[in-house]
Nanobody
Framework: EVHVEQSGGGLVQPGGSLNISCTIS????????VYWLRQAPGKALEFVAT????????RYLDSVKGRFTISRDNAQNTLFLQMNNLKSEDTAVYYC????????RGQGTQVTVSS
């Protein structure tokens, strides 16, 4: 059975940095694109970033380009999201997912950007 375990997140001041990660077990991780999604309070779930199976291709939500970096370690079935220069509007629950809709998804990690 596929298991998605997330870690990281927390409270950070505007301009600060955080790194979140997730490990997807019992899944052919190295063969698939994987995704970071987020849901802010009162808003719909939105795409944040994705990375190709080899890690050579990435795509980002326009508002996080240049600030967030998605990466992966296929040997460890682990996905990362490095978030720099965080803004209040980045406050959300972040999810690791195998598809942008449906698929397998982690339990969510709260990221709060506030002074």
């Amino acid at each position: 059975e596929v298991h998605v375990e997330q870690s990281g997140g927390g409270l950070v001041q505007p301009g600060g940095s955080l790194n979140i990660s997730c490990t997807i077990s019992d899944f052919p991780f190295s063969k698939y694109y994987v995704y970071w999604l987020r849901q802010a309070p009162g808003k719909a779930l939105e795409f944040v970033a994705t990375i190709s199976p080899s890690g050579t291709a990435t795509r980002y939500l326009d508002s996080v380009k240049g600030r967030f970096t998605i990466s992966r370690d296929n040997a460890q079935n682990t996905l990362f999201l490095q978030m720099n220069n965080l803004k209040s509007e980045d406050t959300a629950v972040y999810y690791c997912a195998t598809l942008p809709k449906g698929g397998y998804r982690g339990q969510g990690t709260q990221v709060t950007v506030s002074s």
